[in-house]
């Protein structure tokens, strides 16, 4: 891929500045996110694919995983608190979800993270 420039740097930060602001809501959508950015979905979605090869609702999850990894080695909040925290309404579509990331469950990954 080419260098990001300037302007795509700030729109990335700007993204994911709004997504951390909203990681505990799980109704947080792609369309919320296009409308905080005042940009449209379809706009939305060619920038993230273009600059990350991935789609914004994916771009959504990945930065909710990164966060509960981050609680998760923290090993201060139970695994549903941290699934709660990060905008999700199932712990056990949590628990999947982190797996599939992250190829080990949150427990394990709590536990390898153990100090």
Known sequence: KNKITDSQDDFLLNAREIINKHLSNPEFSVKMMAEEL?????MLYRKVSDLLDISPNTFIRKMRMIKAAELLEENHLSISEIAFQCGF??????????????GITPSQYQKSKAH
Do not use: L
């Open 89 to 102: 309404k199932d712990v056990s579509y949590f628990g999947v979800t982190f797996k599939k990331d992250y």
């Open 38 to 42: 005042s940009i449209s979905n379809s």
